[in-house]
């Protein structure tokens, strides 16, 4: 029943605001404006039935003068909502309609009689420093709270010399359960809705930021902004590049190279997200990838292999952009330091001799090879089978001994198979 409730009164508030979104509301507007133009038209016109009503009220129970000034609101909300469709100028429009919910409702007040006559009316006044809130700078806020509570001082002094109308009882009542009623519908069904838009951008820039950062490195420069750089002891850091990309590249227009790379790479994330491993970067046709930061894992250097066998085995199944591709992929393990530097569009990044020689061995690689270092087969050689190439001269590393990954190793009736070590098929 509850669930039923709320979806109602979110499906209500939904399409009322996206009929409030097309008052107003410019190409160029940010989502926040955007939000705050919608909350104002709800919040200004959505409130004119009511205002009509207690007019309409108010008249035939015998007081003209508290009915002609919500009268007077319903009047003249319509042409204000009107001008700012044509002027799209929510701080005029803000401004003239917070100060008339701010007084009406006291005057009103003032009309019956006092707080307890009224039906404690004042409380729609309550809508102007909510309003604010929603729609305006925190600071201005403080002006309508202040307002407000200047109203209630006044009313409590002039109350004694006032001199209601000839209001039934019931009427007293029933009017303080409509005021207090509708009221809190309104200033509920209004923070519902901020509340959801606001969860709804939050959510959509936290979604974002993961793209970007690590959950952990995320969480820590929202807390505080700072230069993060952490010692990993050991990790698996893999390289791959698609071979000949430069003459394939001359081939395609810019678009159609893009489209190729994104459908690749997305491919690539899906199998990265399986194994839990974190993406760190493209460089044009370079993927690269860490196991073990920034989660320490003792299996990193498995899991990153599996990823790459399982990278081979998604591009000689499938076409990209109607070609056949191919990846040199190298793979190195060792200590690494990771983290964020800089204040403007920063990264996520790994730093150190580990991270250079993995990038050595893909560079230095063969065509839909898998290419690693001692480092990585002392790790993995129980695992995996692997093809001893020998020594190589690297640059910058000078000869270095390499394996090429084959495949994993089968799997006899008394073994169980290590975490991490299952091919995922897309």
Request: hydrophobic share 50%; net charge neutral; with cysteine.
């Amino acid at each position: 029943m509850t669930q039923a409730v709320s979806h109602w009164i979110s499906s209500c508030s939904e399409q009322l605001f996206d009929l409030a979104g097309r008052i107003g509301v410019a190409t160029g507007d940010s989502d926040e404006t955007a939000l705050r133009k919608r909350v104002a038209i709800a919040l200004f016109a959505g409130t004119l039935p009511f205002t009509i009503v207690w007019s309409v009220i108010y008249l035939a129970a015998g007081a003209p003068l508290a009915a002609a000034i919500p009268g007077f609101y319903s009047v003249f909300t319509p042409i204000n909502t009107f001008i700012f469709a044509r002027t799209r100028n929510l701080a005029i429009y803000r401004f003239t309609q917070l100060l008339f919910v701010l007084i009406l409702p006291w005057l009103v007040m003032m009309a019956l009689g006092g707080f307890r006559s009224s039906s404690a009316v004042i409380l729609w006044a309550t809508l102007s420093p909510l309003g604010s809130l929603l729609l305006d700078d925190l600071r201005r806020t403080l002006f309508w709270i202040a307002g407000f509570v200047a109203l209630l001082i006044a009313g409590a002094l002039l109350e004694p010399y006032l001199s209601p109308p000839a209001l039934p009882e019931i009427f007293v009542r029933w009017f303080f359960v409509l005021n207090l009623g509708m009221v809190t519908i309104i200033i509920f069904g209004l923070l519902y809705y901020f509340v959801d838009r606001r969860n709804f951008f939050q959510e959509r820039s936290e979604m974002l930021l993961l793209n970007i950062l690590p959950k952990e490195i995320s969480e820590i420069l929202k807390a505080r902004p700072r230069t993060i750089a952490d010692q990993f002891p050991t990790a698996s850091i893999l390289f791959a590049d698609v071979v000949n990309f430069t003459p394939m590249a001359a081939s395609m227009t810019p678009l159609e190279l893009v489209d190729l790379l994104n459908e690749v790479f997305q491919s690539f994330d899906n199998l990265v997200e399986t194994y839990d491993l974190e993406k760190i970067k493209t460089i044009g046709d370079c993927y690269m990838v860490a196991s073990g930061a920034p989660r320490p894992r003792a299996d990193h250097a498995s899991a990153i292999v599996n990823l790459a066998l399982d990278m081979q085995a998604v591009i000689a199944e499938r076409r990209f952009g109607g070609r056949q591709l191919s990846f040199r992929i190298g793979i190195n393990s060792g200590p690494v330091v990771a983290g964020v530097i800089g204040r403007k569009k920063f990264i996520y990044d790994l730093w150190g001799e580990a991270v250079n020689l993995a990038s050595r061995m893909e560079s230095h690689g063969k065509s839909r090879c898998i290419q690693i270092t001692r480092a990585t087969y002392e790790l993995v050689k129980d695992e995996f089978d692997c093809d001893a190439l020998g020594v190589i001269d690297v640059k910058g590393a000078g000869p270095t001994e390499v394996w090429h990954v084959i495949g994993r190793k089968a799997v006899g009736p008394a073994q169980e198979p290590s975490i991490g070590t299952t091919s995922v098929a897309l």
